[in-house]
């Protein structure tokens, strides 16, 4: 054979393996209730520094979408399933319910372990604890720091509440290492604890080794706490609210800063893919903000589910970088997008409803992703009558997405245009609601119209039929509704004060 053939022969079996053995770190970083208003580069008067470089030499997903609350996003983004396929389509798993992401299902950790990755968990999971099986170190992850509901002090680590509506109230300690409760960190304010704990375990990870790390920051979800440092920003800030929630981003920010200065030190930035999310629109009684879109947290609105979410990394191709992506994606998408498009990894024993988009991020091609189930919710009081029989029940609380249309049935929440938050008072305007009485099926053109102000259900009745078509073919897959009683054996007070499993 030719010399010149064997060498290319082998140069491109050597690039083939090289390829195949330098897997590249996966950094997910997951802020908590993070308005659309609230980075820099959405024109915020909030300090980003290190968000808007991330994003501006990244890719930005300015089409991407989330769920309206803590666990569902959650769920969807370790299993990659839409909720009416897990049983969680109603609320979010609440401390004294004995629920959890099924067992069933492989985790995106999961899979990305036998891909060869070191897997770890920083921060809250929300996905269930009342039996060991379902903790974080049970998911997939090799090792796990952090907490297991939502809500608590950034300070004390300590939650209190129960599981609406009843009336049970319970006090106790969340923060583990592990499956061990850590009792000493009380003052340690969270983003810079859990920034800490992330460094470290980049600093201790065999580079040999690919990473997957998921960072899901307490920040910047209620109760409004940060230390007085990130206050100095924001004197001029009337708004108390607004002036504390902006230092807790600002905050947050400065622990993702510290994040990627350790992984340059490392050595492992080079071959690091970072993807930042929130998890659901921002909170607008506890200082967030979605202007100009409409609604926020908690709502079938685009403020309640279009996230802030960008990919960042030296392997995207340089005329890639700096770009924007209006093409569209869904949390689900990371679980096959990391395992299959980035790992090259095996998505045996999964049943999907993600696609991998890494293609069309980095390439810049269309989007396999044409429809989006946002939820339908069955457990939340119907809203009004049926408007066509024969069709999905507009009464039921449910939104879809095809292509450039959306459709919202039932009650969606609030369809309020919560005003824009400046930097010196509360707001812009007066609140906008368009909510009329009884009204229980809206129709979008959101491409044209992502402000949600123009509802075109009464002059598209044909694609309303559509759509409503497509809802009842999603629901006939719907798996029945987990939403458990509180148990009262999940009292802290049981379990040496701390929240953690109740049952064998």
């Known amino acids: ?150 809500s608590e002090d950034y300070y004390t680590h300590k939650r209190c509440g129960g599981t609406p509506p009843s009336n049970d109230f319970y006090c106790g300690l969340d923060l583990r290492n592990n499956k061990e409760p850590v009792r000493n960190e009380t003052g340690h304010y969270s983003a810079e604890l859990f920034g800490e704990k992330a460094i470290q375990v980049i600093k201790d990870h065999n580079k040999n080794n690919p990473l997957f790390l998921y960072m899901a920051f307490q920040s910047v979800h209620a109760p409004l706490q940060v230390p007085e440092r990130y206050l100095k920003y924001y004197k001029h800030v009337q708004d108390k609210d607004r002036r504390t929630y902006a230092g807790m981003v600002t905050a947050m920010d400065e622990a993702i800063f510290n994040l990627t200065e350790q992984l340059k030190a490392k050595g492992m930035w080079d071959d690091t893919i970072l993807v930042f999310s929130t998890d659901n629109g921002g909170q607008f009684h506890a200082g967030g903000s979605n202007w100009p879109l409409r609604g926020m947290k908690a709502t079938l609105w685009e403020g309640g589910m279009r996230g802030i979410g960008f990919v960042h990394s030296k392997l995207i191709p340089e005329n890639r970088r700096g770009t924007v992506s209006k093409e569209l994606y869904h949390v689900t998408d990371w679980f096959p997008t990391f395992v299959k498009g980035v790992a090259k990894g095996s998505l045996n024993g999964t049943k999907l409803d993600g696609h991998n988009i890494w293609d069309s991020i980095v390439h810049g091609r269309v989007s396999p992703r044409h429809e989006i189930l946002h939820n339908i919710d069955i457990l939340t009081p119907k809203s009004g009558k049926p408007i066509f029989p024969n069709y999905f029940d507009t009464s039921i609380r449910a939104a879809y997405r095809y292509r450039d249309w959306k ?78 009683a509180a148990d009262p054996k999940a009292n802290p007070e049981l379990h040496g004060g701390v929240w953690g499993p109740w049952r064998k």
């Open 1 to 150: 054979m030719d010399i010149f053939k064997v060498l290319i022969i082998f140069g491109v079996f050597s690039i083939f393996k090289f390829s195949e053995a330098k897997k590249p770190n996966i950094i997910f970083i997951l802020a908590d209730d993070y308005g659309w208003q609230d980075i820099g580069y959405h024109s915020s008067d909030i300090r980003t520094p290190t968000l808007d470089k991330l994003a501006g030499s990244g890719i930005r997903l300015e089409n991407y979408y989330v769920q309206p609350i803590c666990t569902p996003t959650r769920s969807q983004l370790m299993s990659g399933r839409y909720q009416i396929h897990t049983g969680l389509q109603h609320g979010i798993i609440w401390p004294t319910q004995p629920n959890g992401l099924p067992l069933s299902d492989p985790t995106v950790a999961d899979k990305l372990k036998e891909a060869g990755y070191s897997t770890h968990m920083v921060g809250k999971w929300h996905l269930g604890f009342y039996k060991e099986e379902y903790l974080p170190i049970n998911r997939g992850f090799d090792s796990y720091y952090g907490y297991l509901t939502g």
């Open 407 to 484: 459709i919202i049935t039932g009650n969606p929440g609030a369809g309020i245009w919560y005003p824009k938050r400046f930097a010196t008072n509360t707001s812009s305007t007066l609140f906008e609601k368009h909510n009329e009485q009884g009204k229980n099926c809206w129709l979008f053109n959101i491409r044209d119209d992502p402000e949600e102000r123009v509802d075109l259900s009464l002059k598209r009745p044909e694609m309303v039929k559509f759509l409503l078509t497509r809802l009842s073919l999603l629901n006939e897959t719907a798996v029945p509704v987990r939403y458990p």
